[in-house]
């Protein structure tokens, strides 16, 4: 039994899953999930129960069993006296141990807790075909999102996401993750509309009055704002149906474009993910996508 904890949002969430799902399938047993991580951050929620995802709650006795929590005592020393022993991802819990792939997680062995935030396709991409199938939205297109959906099929649609919610209000993730300026996304458009023959930028945000007021679009355009926070993952889908893509430094669009399966899609990221330069990043994307 592999159990993996979820904490962040939508797209951190995804992350989690498709790493635990990964491990689970190589090692043959079952992807369980633990929410309990949401009781004390309650600015986010559990998001994944929209898509069709091969997982199933954990219950705080399975939990305990994998870590060791319901040990007390001497069996408890000795518990964690065993484990501090043990290499990392031989233990009952695996904790991420930095940030980037490592490849020593796939040493997994027995049950175990997942405890990271997992941001490499290199954990996954082997399942690829399986992970696109299962975060896909388990009910279907309605109203808005139904007529955005074929305005996108009809045109060489172009996905952009500005992220910065969080990213602003808290001066902590201000520091680390910074935002991506104007001037990026007019780099990352240059880029991309000469292989488009008939564009159509969908600009997605969560503050969409910053984006109308700050970006500079040279092609037609559609700002897409009536989903809100509550239902992020039809923004996901409509991202992910989108031919090309420009992300932010974030796990949702990222997601948008990982999921969108356009055999000739191109996908623009920014050069610096992070805003604090002492965390490498070099893993978060992948090699085929243009870092501008």
Same mark, same amino acid.
């Given at each position: 039994?592999?159990?993996?904890?979820?904490?962040?949002?939508?797209?951190? &969430?995804?992350? &989690?899953?498709?790493?635990?799902?990964?491990?689970?399938?190589?090692?043959?047993?079952?992807?369980?999930?633990?929410?309990?991580?949401?009781?004390?951050?309650?600015?986010?929620?559990?998001?994944?129960?929209?898509?069709?995802?091969?997982?199933?709650?954990?219950?705080?006795?399975?939990?305990?069993?994998?870590?060791?929590?319901?040990?007390?005592?001497?069996?408890?020393?000795? %518990?964690?006296?065993?484990?501090?022993?043990?290499?990392?991802?031989?233990?009952?819990?695996?904790?991420?141990?930095?940030?980037?792939?490592?490849?020593?997680?796939?040493?997994?062995?027995?049950?175990?807790?997942?405890?990271?935030?997992? &941001?490499?396709?290199?954990?996954?991409?082997?399942?690829?075909?399986?992970?696109?199938?299962?975060?896909?939205?388990?009910?279907?297109?309605?109203?808005?999102?139904?007529? #955005?959906?074929?305005? *996108?099929?009809?045109?060489?649609? *172009?996905?952009? $996401?500005?992220?910065?919610?969080?990213?602003?209000?808290?001066?902590?993730?201000?520091?680390?993750?910074?935002?991506?300026?104007?001037?990026?996304?007019?780099?990352? #458009?240059?880029?991309?509309?000469?292989?488009?023959?008939?564009? $159509?930028?969908?600009?997605?945000?969560?503050? *969409?009055?910053?984006?109308?007021? $700050?970006?500079?679009?040279?092609?037609?355009?559609?700002?897409?704002? %009536?989903?809100?926070?509550?239902?992020?993952?039809?923004?996901?889908?409509?991202?992910?149906?989108?031919?090309? %893509?420009?992300?932010?430094?974030?796990?949702?669009?990222?997601?948008?474009?990982?999921?969108?399966? %356009?055999?000739?899609?191109?996908?623009?990221?920014?050069?610096?993910?992070?805003?604090?330069?002492?965390?490498?990043?070099?893993?978060?994307?992948?090699?085929?996508?243009?870092?501008?």
């Amino acid at each position: 039994m592999i159990i993996v904890r979820l904490l962040g949002g939508l797209g951190n &969430q995804m992350f &989690q899953y498709a790493t635990g799902r990964a491990l689970a399938l190589r090692r043959g047993t079952v992807l369980k999930l633990d929410l309990s991580a949401f009781a004390a951050y309650p600015l986010r929620s559990y998001r994944l129960d929209h898509f069709r995802i091969d997982a199933t709650l954990a219950d705080t006795a399975e939990v305990a069993r994998v870590t060791g929590r319901n040990l007390r005592g001497l069996r408890a020393r000795i %518990h964690g006296a065993v484990e501090r022993r043990r290499p990392y991802y031989r233990r009952g819990m695996v904790r991420e141990r930095r940030f980037g792939y490592d490849p020593k997680l796939s040493g997994v062995r027995g049950d175990a807790y997942l405890v990271g935030f997992w &941001q490499s396709e290199r954990y996954f991409d082997d399942i690829r075909d399986r992970l696109v199938a299962e975060l896909t939205v388990s009910t279907p297109p309605e109203g808005d999102n139904r007529r #955005l959906l074929d305005a *996108i099929e009809a045109t060489d649609s *172009i996905s952009l $996401h500005v992220r910065r919610g969080d990213y602003v209000e808290d001066p902590a993730n201000l520091r680390l993750h910074g935002t991506c300026p104007p001037a990026y996304y007019e780099r990352a #458009l240059a880029a991309l509309l000469p292989r488009a023959d008939r564009p $159509h930028v969908f600009v997605f945000s969560d503050d *969409i009055g910053w984006a109308k007021e $700050h970006l500079r679009i040279p092609c037609p355009a559609t700002f897409v704002a %009536h989903n809100g926070e509550e239902r992020d993952y039809e923004d996901l889908r409509l991202m992910s149906r989108c031919r090309h %893509h420009v992300i932010a430094n974030s796990t949702f669009s990222w997601w948008g474009a990982w999921l969108s399966t %356009h055999p000739d899609r191109t996908v623009v990221a920014p050069r610096e993910w992070f805003r604090d330069g002492s965390l490498d990043a070099r893993d978060v994307v992948p090699d085929s996508w243009l870092r501008v």
